[in-house]
């Protein structure tokens, strides 16, 4: 079946560490997102890449790095930089600009201890 | 900055009710969406509409959309237990990339 996988579901990170979320998607889609949720609040967008070996900063970037070496694959960074980085990860994919449903992942929480 | 906010921020039915949700945006769009969440999950893209649609069916769904109102209405008839979850209006301006997200309405159906 074809769709989105974000790995792993809970991640814990210590204060001062970089940590890596995964994003694998078998949809063939061009476009994929990056979304932070914080509790009751909508999502907001992290980065976005269009194209292989291209993207683009989304409203929250700070604190974050992306790479998209690869069509299927868009893994999120959140360094040490980002202050605040305890919340719920999305990833997204589309087949083209944002007039075409998204697909999302499951998800990822992120916790800092 | 978030542009599409939607209305109540939280909503409790009675099985079998129908369920209204209000989303007001503040730019012209190219097209609005609806997502559901399941508490803890990902969304789920429920249906589009663009900007030259006027309302809009999906099963038990119903989206309406007045531009000159900058809103749109989500109706959910017939309510299911089941369907409790959070819904979020999303906007897109067409050639952009950016889908940009309300804050959600958290609709509760009690059994």
Known sequence: DGGITQSPKYLFRKEGQNVTLSCEQNLNHDAMYWYRQDPGQGLRLIYYSQIVNDFQ????AEGYSVSREKKESFPLTVTSAQ????????CASSTGPSGYGYTFGSGTRLTVV | SQQGEEDPQALSIQE???????????TSINNLQWYRQNSGRG???????????????SGRLRVTLDTSKK?????????RAADTASYFCATG???????????????????
């Open chain 1, 57 to 60: 900063k989304g409203d929250i």
């Open chain 2, 71 to 79: 809103s749109s209405s989500l109706l959910i008839t017939a309510s």
């Open chain 1, 83 to 90: 202050k605040n980085p305890t919340a719920f990860y999305l």
């Open chain 2, 43 to 57: 969304l789920v893209h429920l249906i589009l509409i663009r900007s030259n649609e006027r309302e809009k069916h």
């Open chain 2, 93 to 111: 301006g067409g050639s952009n990339y950016k889908l940009t997200f309300g804050k959600g309405t958290l609709l509760t159906v009690n059994p």
């Open chain 2, 16 to 26: 079998g009710e129908n369920a209204t949700m209000n989303c007001s945006y503040k």
